[in-house]
């Protein structure tokens, strides 16, 4: 009902002209309606849907538009997909790799026949498997790329060590999945270049021999070293590696990427040119002037004592008592140079200097202050 109806129905029932019952009264839908038409009218209303209603408690817009709005320096270039081209490549394994395993059996006497009948039998199953396989070669060939080119750039400075870190694990990590994948078809080739892989690890200093009996897992490689590298392989090191990958990320998001080295960083808008700053400056001054944080401290040590300071805004009163009476003198009116006389001969005894030998004319001093007195 719309509000003009709704008018005309208050004024026939307060007018009691009975024309009330010939207009009918809204009905709930009609008030919801109307209220909703006044909240959208106000802006007050706002549709509430499920990714709406998900999205106001887990704020995904929010976190979605701050990691993809970010700025990124001038002069970034296709070196830098690397990285999410090795986290693509990571997926794809992850993906590819949860198909592997509704067929694969890590038993000893069935992996390998579990891989010829899902390579040879199931659909897409050597394409899968395919994927899964020139993909581990592809990811150590991008993470290398990904790493030196964080290298050339110079990115593991300051403040991203602990992100070169992170990827140094995520390397070693990726190179474990490398191992402990290619045991999985436990045919001649990888049953023997996995006994010369541990036996380089067992040659390790101090840690090696130690790492080398946790990979076997027993004096001999057996059906326990093919579980345990399918434990590793399935769980252990991807979840491992995806933990890691989402550090990698909040560091990369929080710290922002570094600019190509040859791309200068430039000076905050408003600043001084460089040249301006620097001309005159002699080489040990440099080193004198404090950065950031030392600033603060710089300029509480170089306020002066406060006996100091004491003797200084005194030194500062008395100039400026100064200057006060000298700008008096200059702004006030000349005395006349007969007032002037006047004066001094008022001063002096009246015998030594009467009236008459005072050059003022009488009608000029007519205040009377020039007077002699006796
Ligand atoms: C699973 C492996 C890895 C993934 C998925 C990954 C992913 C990424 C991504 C997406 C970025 C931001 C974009 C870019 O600069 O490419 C990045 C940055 C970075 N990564 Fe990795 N990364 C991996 C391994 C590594 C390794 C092995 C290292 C070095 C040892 C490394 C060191 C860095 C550093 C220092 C940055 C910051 C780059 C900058 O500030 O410009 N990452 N990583």
Known sequence: MSLLKRKKTE????????????VAKPTKGERMGQAKDLAVHHGTHKSIDVAGWVDSRVNATGIFTAMMSRHVPKGTNWFYTLGSATMFIFAMQAITGVFLSMYYTPSATQAYASITHMTNEVFMGEFVRGMHKWGASLMIILIFLHMARTFFFGAYKYPRELNWVIGVVLLILTTVMGLTGYL??????????TIVANNITASGPIVGPYLADFLRAGPDFSATTLSRFYALHMMVVPGLIA???????????KLGTTAPPWVRAGRPKGSMPEEEVTAGVAREDFEDVPVNGAVAAAEIEAEPPVEEADAQAAEAEEVEAKEAEETEAAVAPEEPAEEAAAEEAAEAPAEEA??????????????GEGEVTP
Do not use: K
Not at 355 to 366: G, L, Q, R
């Open 184 to 193: 999985l078809p436990f045919d001649q080739r990888s049953f023997w270049a």
């Open 243 to 253: 933990a890691l990958i989402g550090a990698h990320l909040f560091f990369v998001v």
């Open 11 to 22: 004024e026939a029932e307060a007018n009691g002209s009975g024309d009330a019952e010939q």
């Open 354 to 367: 009467p009236a008459e030998e005072t050059d003022a004319p009488d009608d000029s001093d007519t205040s």
